[in-house]
């Protein structure tokens, strides 16, 4: 097992634990090394001072590391009090409208259109579909965060 220190492009730094150097490469190639804050999937190892012995010294006999005055978040708790509100925010929408999974920009735009009666919905749209319901003055926004069964 191997442990590195993670930021990600939103500047989040966070800790990850990995089975070997190569796992990370492989999991960090496929894109699915995710920031632990924010989700975003833009993450590269961090600066990090791995304790070194001084020559001639046995490793048992090596000084304490001092430690990165850095400071990682817990993975339980939001490293910054914005992030509480922004989960708040999420799970409140959450629970007053209806998931409509893949078909969020149809029923978004039958909504619009008049075609089927408004209602509060969220679900799951592709940026092409994103940006075609924005050009269409359909009003949309973007949840705060990864979805809970993307989160890891």
């Known amino acids: ?3 590195y220190t993670l930021k990600c492009a939103e500047g989040h730094r966070f800790e990850s634990w990995f089975q070997s150097a190569d796992a990370y490469d492989t999991l960090q190639g496929k894109r699915l090394v995710a920031c632990a804050i924010c989700g975003a999937t833009d993450v590269q190892k961090a600066m990090m001072a791995p304790p070194v012995p001084k020559k001639g010294r046995a490793a048992e006999e090596a000084p304490a590391p001092v430690p990165v005055p850095t400071p990682t978040p817990s993975l339980s708790e939001p490293a910054h009090p914005a992030e509480a509100l922004l989960r708040q925010m ?14 969020f ?3 978004a735009r039958a909504m619009h259109l008049g075609d089927v009666p408004e209602r509060p919905i969220h679900g799951e749209a592709n940026a092409d579909e994103a940006k075609s319901l ?10 705060p ?3 809970p069964e993307k989160a890891n």
């Open 105 to 107: 920009a149809k029923e």
């Open 145 to 147: 965060g990864p979805p």
């Open 134 to 143: 924005i050009e269409d003055g359909v009003p949309i926004l973007p949840l």
């Open 1 to 3: 097992m191997i442990r």
């Open 90 to 103: 999420r799970e409140h929408v959450e629970k007053k409208s209806t998931y409509v999974g893949g078909s």
